[in-house]
């Protein structure tokens, strides 16, 4: 085929794709007003991901099923924002990684408000300002976030889905490696590159900041300091990149929530997670009674975080992610009888257990 065939051959298909995608969307608005009815939200993550999975299925390729992710989720993103303007709000400034998360998650199309505080975020969902948060939770290298295991303690706010993004760190500053003297940011990000720091860096004084974008803020203004935060943060905030990829694990992930005033539906066929947060009765083995259920019934924990309750000196809670709804009937029964060897059970939500 000549090249201006080809040319004729794909002008004729990206005539079709945009009438395709243009049906698609007359589509889905019908089903967006039906739900408006109902009261039913528009964003439904169980729902996207059965959608994902249906994709991956009849994708032959040449294009990888992250791509396929990415195109659907700026069409889901669209279609949302033609029925409603939801509001995003997440752990600014603007730039920060879960900024990025956000977008990843929710596409283009919506609006995004920056807050300063991962309290904040939660607290514009829970008054209305903003119709879902994103906040950080964990991170390969570092672990935890545990400012935002604590909010959930008093929080009403549901986990309605999850993010996995891969972080690369770069050395932001006007300064030379020679001359810098402080490395400012996130206290994680710090964590995620301490190797790297003291091997390249070994006096420089290292300074927590509220967040990687606000680092490279300070960078930008005063000599002799270097930020640690991501390409795009050094782009949009106009600071040199010194140093690319200096996380000390190439394969350096952060897992980010969606936090939302009402749980997810059930994605099904094993597809989905649990997080609860558990208080237990101060005895020897009262752990591992509580946990015991769960075992009992093959269901797989994924992760078990203890945080100090903050209510009385040396009393703990424990955060307890596992595979499985809610509402499956395996879980409701481990739920019952976990309860009955546990003070409190609290359910933080159900979401699709996606990691891409």
Request: neutral net charge; contains cysteine.
């Amino acid at each position: 085929m000549e090249l201006e065939q080809i040319r004729a051959e794909i002008d004729r298909i990206d005539h079709e794709i945009v009438e395709r995608l243009n049906a698609r969307i007359r589509l889905a608005s019908q089903v967006a007003r039906a739900k408006s009815k109902t009261g039913a939200p528009i964003y439904v993550p169980s729902r996207e991901e059965q959608v994902f999975q249906k994709l991956a299925a009849i994708n032959e390729g040449p294009l990888s099923e992250n791509a396929i992710r990415s195109i659907y989720r700026e069409i889901i993103s669209a279609m949302i924002a033609l029925e409603r303007q939801l509001v995003i709000a997440y752990l600014g400034p603007e730039a920060t990684y879960t900024q990025q998360a956000a977008i990843k998650n929710f596409g283009t199309s919506l609006s995004y408000h920056a807050m300063g505080t991962i309290a904040d975020v939660f607290t514009a969902v829970e008054q209305g300002e903003a119709d879902y948060g994103v906040i950080p939770i964990e991170n390969s290298t570092g672990g935890a976030v545990f400012h935002s295991l604590d909010m959930f303690i008093d929080s009403e706010l549901k986990i309605v889905s999850q993010v996995y993004l891969e972080i690369e760190h770069c050395l932001i500053s006007h300064s030379k490696l020679p001359t810098i003297k402080k490395v400012v940011s996130k206290d994680q990000a710090l964590i995620q590159c301490r190797d790297w720091l003291a091997r390249n860096l070994p006096q420089a004084e290292l300074l927590d900041a509220e967040s990687t974008a606000h680092a490279v803020q300070r960078a930008g203004d005063e000599p002799g300091v270097a930020a640690i935060a991501s390409a795009l943060a050094g782009e949009l905030y106009r600071v040199p990149i010194q140093v690319h990829g200096i996380q000390d694990q190439r394969n350096n992930v952060t897992r980010f929530l969606v936090i939302g005033k009402a749980g997810s539906k059930k994605t099904g066929e094993g597809m989905d997670k649990t997080s609860i947060v558990v208080s237990i009765s101060d005895k020897v083995g009262a752990l591992e009674k509580a946990l015991q259920p769960f075992s009992a019934r093959g269901i797989n924990l994924t992760k078990i975080e203890s945080r100090p309750s903050r209510r009385k000196a040396w009393d703990y809670v424990f955060f307890i992610d596992f595979i499985g709804h809610w509402d499956d009937p395996r879980v409701k029964e481990t739920i019952a009888e976990v309860r009955e060897s546990c003070v409190m059970v609290k359910w933080l939500g159900s979401y699709p257990n996606t990691r891409l």
